[in-house]
């Protein structure tokens, strides 16, 4: 059976580092597109960043555009979220998609596969 599952979330104050790391399994998913989303408590889901199967293509929203940076590794099936600078809004559950259409990616409510997401806190 197909799922994503991430880990590397955790506590960190402001201004750390944190690298997020998604692993996918039941499917090859050299071929589909992988990116992340976020959820804070009583906000919808925000797109972060998406990237091509191939890892040519990488895509951000501006809200972290330069402090994120997203990877991927076909070998392993696995894709990473490097997040640097962190700030206290960055608090969010954080989520592992993949869609085999690209253009899916960044939207919640096309994606066709989602982790079950990992909690990143960032202290003040």
């Known amino acids: 059976q197909e799922r994503l599952v991430e880990s590397g979330g955790g506590l960190v104050q402001a201004g750390g580092s944190l690298r997020l790391s998604c692993a996918a399994f039941?499917?090859?998913?050299?071929?589909?597109?992988m990116g992340w989303f976020r959820q804070a408590p009583g906000d919808d889901r925000e797109f972060l960043a998406a990237?091509?199967?191939?890892?040519?293509?990488?895509y951000y929203d501006d809200s972290v555009k330069g402090r994120f940076t997203i990877s991927r590794d076909n070998a392993k099936n696995t894709v990473y979220l490097q997040m640097n600078l962190l700030k206290p809004e960055d608090t969010a559950i954080y989520y592992c998609?993949?869609?085999?259409?690209?253009?899916?990616?960044?939207?919640?409510?096309?994606?066709?596969?989602w982790g079950q997401g990992t909690q990143v806190t960032v202290s003040s």
């Open positions: 998609v993949a869609d085999e259409a690209g253009a899916n990616i960044v939207n919640p409510h096309e994606v066709e596969y």
């Open positions: 039941g499917r090859i998913f050299s071929r589909y597109a």
């Open positions: 990237i091509s199967w191939d890892g040519d293509s990488t």
